[in-house]
């Protein structure tokens, strides 16, 4: 079956970099494109970037231009979501979750969420 | 940026009632509208894409209409474990992808 797998919480210090994994099994992971979405508390769905597995290309909400990065690793079928400068605001769950098809722009399986908090 | 405003913000019904849940996007969107549901503590699941093609695993009492800039999900018999957050979701113009700020589902 289906399932993505989401590294551990993270405590950080403003200014930090965070880095999340995805790994994904059950299916072709080169086939489908991986997203990432975040919730902070209180606050709606934030849709932050994708990569698509196949060849890498990726895409990113403007929110988040020049800090942050998604890349994936084929070999290991794990997808990676990298944010730098953090601040308090970044204080979220943070979300992976599997395109419905190659490029639907839909999400049909999710991650488990992994927290980061970010505080001084 | 679409935006997409979701009403009402909470919905109290008793088992067995009929939900109508309402999306309203800043601009026309076609069809490309998804659905998702969260339970507390839980990743959303999707329930409805395309503005009403049910996802794989859906109860049939899960439907899904509308067009343009107005949508609706409905839920025909409200059950227990439908307590959840309700969000929708616009592919139609990106990025970035955006979702609704959700409608909570309550039962009485």
């Known amino acids: 079956q289906v399932q993505l797998v989401q590294s551990g919480a993270e405590v950080k210090k403003p200014g930090d970099s965070v880095r999340v994994s995805c790994k994904a099994s059950?299916?072709?992971?080169?086939?489908?494109?991986i997203h990432w979405v975040r919730q902070a508390p209180g606050q709606r769905l934030e849709w932050m970037g994708r990569?698509?597995?196949?060849?890498?290309?990726?895409e990113y909400s403007q929110s988040f231009q020049g800090r942050l990065t998604i890349t994936r690793d084929t070999s290991a079928t794990t997808a990676y979501m990298e944010l730098s400068s953090l601040r308090s605001e970044d204080t979220a769950l943070y979300f992976c979750?599997?395109?419905?098809?190659?490029?639907?722009?839909?999400?049909?399986?999710w991650g488990q969420g992994t927290l980061v908090t970010v505080f001084s | 940026e679409i935006v997409l405003t979701q009403s009402p913000a909470t919905l109290s019904l008793s088992p067995g009632e009929r939900a109508t849940l309402s999306c309203r996007a800043s601009?026309?969107?076609?069809?490309?509208l998804a659905w998702y549901q969260q339970k507390p503590g839980q990743a959303p699941r999707l329930l409805i894409y395309?503005?009403?093609t049910r996802a794989t695993g859906i109860p049939g009492r899960f439907s899904g209409s509308g067009s343009g800039t107005d949508f609706t999900l409905t839920i025909s018999s409200l059950e227990p474990e439908d307590l959840a957050v309700y969000y929708c979701?616009?592919?139609?113009?990106?990025?970035?992808?955006?979702f609704g700020g959700g409608t909570k589902v309550e039962i009485k």
């Open positions: 979701q616009q592919r139609f113009r990106w990025p970035p992808l955006t």
């Open positions: 395309d503005v009403s």
């Open positions: 979750a599997r395109d419905l098809l190659t490029a639907f722009y839909y999400f049909d399986y």
């Open positions: 601009q026309s969107i076609s069809n490309s």
């Open positions: 990569i698509n597995s196949g060849n890498g290309n990726t």
């Open positions: 059950g299916y072709t992971f080169s086939s489908y494109t």
